[in-house]
């Protein structure tokens, strides 16, 4: 556990998964869970070193009461990364760690080196509605995945054996605290400062995103200055699950490329 | 111990099928299955129900809040409070209550609460709640993680604003106000407020602190609530909190008829209605961040007294008419009989306010008639003298006065 203490804001105990060494990467997971050791972030740390914080409200890491808004998150996040002595980092956010990622970069711009933003939030489409992510459980699950779903979705969830309901309430306290950012709509004003953002941009999104159809990808490339945007075929919600050879490989070549400044 | 009149105002006119073939009758269920004119004539037929049960001893005439549902056609519990504020005479109006957390600023609450306690010459009940999941999360769009910090807040404001002497300014994590001073204000110096709930210790911890009366309103009666309202007598034991039994309101339906074999008669159909025409989207019931997790692990952790099946079949009407009334959904049958039903209901779970649901579903107007006038008359009379010597701070004084004077000494007052 890292705690960090911020003053006038809160204090937080963050559990950070860590691993690899090299330029530093910030990677922030989705709205539903943080993935623990998944495939793709221990691929991304053969060559860097990757810090995956738990964020405030999800699973053992504590703080959330602290947040008034978003902007608040990306003030924790900033401070997170200068805890550990970082001035420049990757930053890596997955769907509501999208928002997040993109917030960051745009509250903190001498400190995102590069920023990839995969399947994320924060963005809304009159012409083309989003599903509820909090809709029908059914439908949801249905809409995350390309192909079958997996046996077991990545996670960090340790079980308790003196706790039966412990997985209800890990999931219970994650989709709880998501809802601050993502109900009814995921959409914090993240529009209004994406051309704010100066880090050159990485947009991946799953061609078969059933929660956030690919328009959402061309808006958030559209909105950047410096953003391109990859589409990967065959993959839902999660690329970098389904489709993890080409979401490895994309990132990498997009993070070790050489700055154009 | 105390009557409050209420009923569900649902849709009367609802398609046979409706609640076979509709994925939801809340949040989402289709406009095309209500015909306006109807809906006037459904609030005419509670209004004219409500205006009777005044004159027959109800303590209360008691109102709720939904959104976007055929069940229950309140947006604004307050604007019949009004009406009922303007032609009725005894009966405290019960607002049970107003979502909180729904409106903002708040203080629209605390005027219009303010507004009918002028108008009704001081027999508010101010009734408080969160709000359902699908009237809060779903049809109000407030992200269910916020709702019970931005209900405790606007509690905390418009409390202080009914009783501040001076103007005041209010910087609150979602409300901000420069000058808070309500007008009009209560003719009540302090306005009785309940808090209903579905059996978090936390709502536990704020009603026993403050002395509210805490209310579990469910339809499915006795049997299924008593882990639930025990749970709360219990928990208010431990904390020496103030066990008077006028502090639990609890929500029941009667079939009152001059025969069982009327009752079952005269209310089967409508008793089925009310069940069967009412389900609700999963995903709109059970959204994350609604219940808090010790919330949630107190509910998983609770036993139940009634078994799944028992449930389902009672949510589809499948029930006969007097398994629901053995389960405790209802209570039905002659005067004597309800009499005696109640009489165990309010002395077993420690209940002093019961809120007696007279008209269900599509009940005949003449059906709910009776029912008031049965239960008003051979019923409310017989059983004053339970909790008769608690001391009853959580319903208006005027209207406990107005209804003793009209209705005998056993009526609304304690004994001396």
Redesign the interface.
Known sequence: MTTLEIPHVGAFDVDVWEQGSGEPLLYLHGYERHPGGAGFLTRLAADRRVLAPEQPGWGRSTGFEAF?DVHDVALFHRELVASWGVDRIDVVGHSLGGMFAAELAVLAPQLVRRLVLVDAFGLWLDDEPALDP????AEVAAAKWHGTPPEREPSNFVADPDDP?AA??F??????????FM???ADRGLRRRLPLVHAPTLVVHGASDGLLPVSYAHEFARLIPDARLEVLPEAGHYPQIEQEDAFVSVVSEFLTARDAS | MKFHWFAQQYYTKLPADFGETVHSSWVTPPISVADPQQVGEDYHLYIRLMQQADTLGWDSLLLNEHHQTTLAMTPSPNLIASVLAATTENAAIALCGNSLALYNPPVRVAEEIAMLDCLSGGRIIAGIVFGTPMDT??SY??????LRERFHEARELITRAWTAQEPFAFNG?YTQLRYVNTWPRPIQDELPVWIPGSGSPETWDVVNALDYCYGYLSFSGKQSAAPIVGGFWDYTASQSANMNPNRMAFTQIICCADSEKEAEEQYADAVKYFYRQNPT???FAT?????T?PS??AN??RARTQSAEERTKAARGELSFWEYDELGYIIAGTPERVEQRVRELATELRIGQLITCMHVGDLPEQVAMRNNELFGTQVIPKLRDVWADEEDRWTPRVSQERVAAKFGANAGLPAA
């Open positions: 008034v909090f809709g029908p459980a309901h209800i309430l999931s219970a306290r994650n989709l709880g605290s998501a809802t601050k109900w009814p709509i | 999360a779903f769009g407030v992200p269910p993680i916020e994590k989207g999963l995903e959204p994350p961040g609604y219940n997790l949630i692990r998983l952790e």
